[in-house]
T-cell receptor, first 114, second 115 residues
């Protein structure tokens, strides 16, 4: 049981390049989330998927797109990276019903945009 | 909009000192409250949570938190810290109907414990 996994762990992009961050969970959770973590700002929600087939914007969605590929996988895409997107990105998942609100986090992807 | 405030951004303590980290939230309805910890180089882990019932919640590693509804607070405490408690601590709230899907995080408190 690996929990929440993310790839890659590190990435360096040039301004304007695109990339997709991958996230998968093996806990049969319904909801999945993408956050970015910046110093002094905590975690901010980018997008979330309450269930397979649905996605919704969070607090800071501009410059990102997401795909809930199936129940296990939730990817985050940067179409044209900008230096302001330099951050650590965390994926999380949550089971519906019992334990509402409790989220389980992946190890993170450290992205640098030059 | 809901928000979470953590009063201390950096805290430095010696081993065996007592710890209290402040957390206040803004939301007048039913809330679920959490403290997460992030050890250096690791992902976030749940320390403790409050949904309902006894407002004094005990978590892992000797941590506890007290929910005071009248003060909109959920402060984290530990009577005697250890060097291994060096980490960043995040308070989070999940509020309101339809809002159960989203957590709002505070900015975090970075704790350094010196031997």
């Amino acid at each position: 049981n690996a929990g929440v996994t993310q790839t890659p762990k590190f990435q360096v992009l040039k301004t304007g390049q695109s990339m997709t961050l991958q996230c998968a969970q093996d806990m049969n959770h319904n909801s999945m989330y993408w956050y970015r973590q910046d110093p002094g700002m905590g975690l901010r929600l980018i997008y979330y998927s309450a269930s397979e087939g649905t996605t919704d914007k969070g607090e800071v969605p501009n410059g990102y797109n997401v795909s809930r590929l199936n129940k296990r996988e939730f990817s985050l895409r940067l179409e044209s990276a900008a230096p302001s997107q330099t951050s650590v990105y965390f994926c999380a998942s949550r089971a519906a019903g019992l334990g509402r609100g409790e989220q389980y986090f992946g190890p993170g992807t450290r992205l640098t945009v030059t | 909009a809901q928000s979470v405030s953590q009063h201390n951004h950096h805290v430095i303590l010696s081993e065996a000192a007592s710890l209290e980290l402040g957390c206040n939230y803004s939301y007048g309805g039913t809330v679920n409250l959490f403290w997460y910890v992030q050890y250096p180089g690791q992902h976030l882990q749940l320390l403790l949570k409050y949904f309902s019932g006894d407002p004094l919640v005990k978590g892992i590693k000797g941590f506890e938190a007290e929910f005071i509804k009248s003060k909109f607070s959920f402060n984290l405490r530990k009577p005697s810290v250890q060097w291994s408690d060096t980490a960043e601590y995040f308070c989070a709230v999940n509020a309101g109907s339809g809002g159960y899907n989203k957590l709002i995080f505070g900015a975090g408190t970075r704790l350094a414990v010196h031997p």
